[in-house]
């Protein structure tokens, strides 16, 4: 046993010597364990992630990579199992936050109520939820694929491709007003719109977020009152 060990969970390499690595896996994580064994019968090198307990009581992400040296004299018998255990519990953790974070992400945006798309940096429409084909009056498959300036009316395209233009070039991150949207049936639905251009970590873009509200018939309302 290394010095590593400390670090790892926080034993004394002492501690450690003749005791059974099934103590320190949590209980949860046995089956990969055993599935990592069952591997081995038949290959020389296994890994595997699971949660071993630190010494304090916190469980940690490790990857555990262990080479089977065998007698081959005695028919393949194991002789020595060497494993090699590295800390993985940020790396870890994070992939598990990002994956919580995209589940949390794809529920928002399939059951919002109002009208969500995500759209291509030249227009075209990637994906759509069931609010935005209930505004339009539109099946997914119809949106998914055209522009979003084919929904617009043809009055309110200009504004939208400067708009569009400028958060592309970075002088502005969101734009946000109303415009006027094509409903299938040939009828003009008001929508509050604000759209957000998505970037990835180097700072190129990756799509538009535009959400879209039904607000027809608050204008409506409106011009009767004017």
Avoid at 97 to 126: K, N, Q
Avoid at 153 to 175: C, F, K, V, Y
């Amino acid at each position: 046993v290394s010095q590593a060990s400390r670090a790892v969970l926080g034993y004394h390499p002492e501690e450690l010597i003749g005791r059974s690595g099934d103590d320190f896996v949590l209980v949860e994580d046995i089956p990969v364990i055993l599935a990592m064994r069952n591997r081995a019968r038949e290959a020389d090198d296994v890994s595997a992630t699971f949660r071993m307990v630190r010494r304090d009581g916190h469980p940690i992400w490790v990857e555990a990579k262990l080479h089977i040296v065998r007698d081959a004299a005695a028919a393949g018998v194991v002789v020595e199992t060497h494993a090699i255990i590295r800390d993985v519990h940020e790396r870890v953790e994070a992939q598990r936050a990002l994956v919580e974070a995209e589940e949390r992400f794809r529920t928002a945006f399939e059951e919002g109520a109002a009208g969500m798309a995500i759209v291509a940096p030249d227009g075209r429409i990637l994906r759509v939820n069931r609010a935005l084909c209930a505004v339009t009056g539109h099946q997914p498959t119809e949106l998914e694929g055209r522009t979003m300036l084919s929904l617009l009316h043809p009055d309110d395209r200009p504004q939208h491709d400067e708009e569009s233009d400028r958060m592309l070039s970075g002088q502005i991150a969101t734009a946000r007003g109303e415009r006027r949207y094509l409903h299938d049936d040939g009828h003009v639905v008001w929508v509050s719109v604000s759209t957000t251009l998505v970037r990835d970590a180097g700072g190129a873009p990756l799509h538009f977020l535009t959400q879209a509200q039904d607000v027809t018939e608050r204008r409506r309302y409106e011009a009767e009152l004017r």
